[in-house]
Each structure stands twice: as structure tokens, then as C-alpha cells.
T-cell receptor, first 115, second 114 residues
Framework: DTGVSQNPRHKITKRGQNVTFRCDPI?????LYWYRQTLGQGPEFLTY????????KSRLLSDRFSAERPKGSFSTLEIQRTEQGDSAMYLC?????????????FGQGTRLTVV | AQSVTQLGSHVSVSEGALVLLRCNYS??????LFWYVQYPNQGLQLLLK????ATLVKGINGFEAEFKKSETSFHLTKPSAHMSDAAEYFC????????????WGAGTKLIIKP
């Protein structure tokens, strides 16, 4: 078990560019979550997959954001036409299917800076 | 709707002193409760969790928390603070009404004074 892996760890991009982040969950975990976190705040839910199905998406998520998990393993989060307000830490977490009381295991996050 | 309130965005204690980080939640059904720790530029790591059974839960690094249903609280404590405990701490709740999504508090930054 190598834990949840996120790449890249840091990304600096110019406003208007597209960026894509990758998350590799713990291999036996069916559920995968994306969160956004800004300074001084707790994680803000973005979207959730169970296997390859995207089951829930935050109403706060603009249509510039899209996430995929095509084979039910790794996931990607793409932000199109980035804005300065997108600057944040993007966290990925996974949970096993068995047991609704199980904790989420987090990756180390991708810090996005839009200049 | 479920919510989590962490009293105090910053808590400062001296090394060796008692650590108390407060968490209150709202939930109309039995909750599952979690405390996570986050070091700078890192992801979140589980400290401890309450699901069912014993209301006093022990976690890693000497931390523990007590679920008090009558007070809707799940405060985190540690008898003696270490410099290495300096980090941000997040409380989260999960229950049937939230479809078992984690609802997060805003976090408390723990500062340890030498």
C-alpha cells in the first residue's frame, strides 16, 4: 500500500491556461474524492466517484472544472481557462467501499498558483 | 443540514501544557466523527475517529477525543504538547443524512510556544 499519490505537487500557470492534475488512489479503494482547500479553510468538496461513475458534483463547481476516472483507478481533474481565484491546494482522497464509517486517505495535494 | 464548528481558528499553548481543541457538530442522526491533522503543504492525516462503542477514543501521537452526545461535541486533547504537534487540525462529521460525505470544520491552527 503506497498511499494516495497526486501529481504534480506544485503547478504555476498563467491565467487562461488549462491545467490537469492526476490522482492515484489506494488500489483497493472504490471511492475517490476531489477537494479544494484555500488558506485557513477546511477542505471544500468538489466531486466524488464510485469506481468510474461520477456520483456527485458540487454545485459550486463551475463548468470550467471537469473530472474523470475512466477505468475506476486513477482520476484526473482538469481546470480550463484558469482564473486567479482557482489558486488553491487541490486534494484527492480515497475510501474503501466496505463500511460507511471508514476514514478518507488523502494524498499530499497539488498546489496551484495562477499568475 | 450537518455542520461542524471549531472554536478558535488559532490556539497557542506552551510546550508541555495541555492541548484542547474544540469541535461541535450538528447532526440529527448518529454521527461518525473524525479528527485530521495537516502539516504545511501536506495532505490530511487521520488522528482518530469515533464510530460506535466507547466514547473516549485514542489516536496517534498521544491524542484522544471524547464523544459527548448531550453536548454534540468531540473535543481533541493531549496531556502534554510537543513542538512537533504544531499543525492545523480539522474536525469532520459523516452521517446518513450527508450520504456519508465528510463535512469539515474550518480548522484550528495549533501553535506551540517553547
Amino acid at each position: 500500500d503506497t498511499g494516495v499519490s497526486q501529481n504534480p505537487r506544485h503547478k504555476i500557470t498563467k491565467r487562461g491556461q488549462n491545467v490537469t492534475f492526476r490522482c492515484d488512489p489506494i488500489s483497493e479503494h472504490n471511492r475517490l474524492y476531489w477537494y479544494r482547500q484555500t488558506l485557513g479553510q477546511g477542505p471544500e468538496f468538489l466531486t466524488y466517484f464510485q469506481n468510474e461513475a461520477q456520483l456527485e458534483k458540487s454545485r459550486l463547481l463551475s463548468d470550467r472544472f471537469s473530472a474523470e476516472r475512466p477505468k475506476g483507478s486513477f482520476s484526473t481533474l482538469e481546470i480550463q481557462r484558469t482564473e486567479q481565484g482557482d489558486s488553491a491546494m487541490y486534494l484527492c482522497a480515497s475510501r474503501p467501499w466496505a463500511g460507511v464509517n471508514t476514514e478518507a486517505f488523502f494524498g499530499q495535494g497539488t498546489r496551484l498558483t495562477v499568475v | 443540514a450537518q455542520s461542524v464548528t471549531q472554536l478558535g481558528s488559532h490556539v497557542s499553548v506552551s510546550e508541555g501544557a495541555l492541548v484542547l481543541l474544540r469541535c461541535n457538530y450538528s447532526s440529527s442522526v448518529p454521527p461518525y466523527l473524525f479528527w485530521y491533522v495537516q502539516y504545511p503543504n501536506q495532505g490530511l492525516q487521520l488522528l482518530l475517529k469515533y464510530t460506535t462503542g466507547a466514547t473516549l477514543v485514542k489516536g496517534i501521537n498521544g491524542f484522544e477525543a471524547e464523544f459527548k452526545k448531550s453536548e454534540t461535541s468531540f473535543h481533541l486533547t493531549k496531556p502534554s504538547a510537543h513542538m512537533s504537534d504544531a499543525a492545523e487540525y480539522f474536525c469532520a462529521v459523516s452521517d446518513m443524512d450527508s450520504n456519508y460525505q465528510l463535512i469539515w470544520g474550518a480548522g484550528t491552527k495549533l501553535i506551540i510556544k517553547p
